[in-house]
């Protein structure tokens, strides 16, 4: 075979030798082998590395779903939460247990509330509501209103006083 001069080579023919027709490198595979094997091998490892890349994409995506999950860092932090120190401890059990029930009005869906609520000072100094109770409820549009929320006042104080009395052994 003559190589051109374009590529560097010479007008000679090249040797011939035991490797090969053009004597350089191992024999070549008869043309009819490679291209049976070929398109399958190529298809089976391809298809093989798309999918280990597919597998690693969605391990590192739960990886990273279960690393942020709030459900598992408010686990973790729940863990490493220190209790009270005994002497807070002690003044959060007293005022719980010094809780008051006191009277209370809202307004929810057009209807006025009267409630009872049983809260304590908390250690901020900010109230804490513990339990909270529809003592009655009536349309806040009533005409007769200013009546009714008076009677229903005196009647939530009448019943925080004996729950209080109740609850504290006055």
């Known amino acids: 075979m003559l190589y051109p ?3 560097g080579g010479s007008s000679a023919a090249a040797p011939t030798g ?3 027709e053009e004597g350089i490198g191992p024999p070549l595979p008869s043309p009819s082998r490679a291209a049976a094997r070929t398109p ?3 298809y089976r490892r391809d298809m093989t590395g798309l999918l280990a890349a597919l597998v690693l994409v969605a391990v590192l995506a739960v990886v990273v779903v ?5 459900d598992r ?3 973790l932090s729940a863990g490493r939460q220190a209790a009270l120190p005994p002497r807070e401890r002690a003044l959060l059990a007293d005022a719980v247990a010094a809780a008051r ?3 209370a009005h809202d307004e929810v869906d057009g209807r006025t509330r009267v409630l009872l609520r049983r809260s304590y000072t908390g250690l901020d100094g900010l109230p804490v ?3 909270e109770r529809v003592f009655t409820d009536f349309p806040a549009d009533d005409p007769a209103w200013e009546a009714r929320f008076t009677e229903a006042m005196a009647g939530a104080r009448f019943r925080c006083t004996y ?8």
């Open 18 to 20: 035991a490797y090969g």
């Open 129 to 131: 509501l513990l339990e």
């Open 5 to 7: 001069l374009s590529y």
């Open 101 to 103: 029930w006191t009277p």
């Open 66 to 70: 279960w690393v942020a999950s709030p």
């Open 73 to 75: 860092r408010a686990r």
């Open 40 to 42: 399958r091998a190529h």
């Open 163 to 170: 729950l209080n009395n109740e609850e504290h052994g006055a």
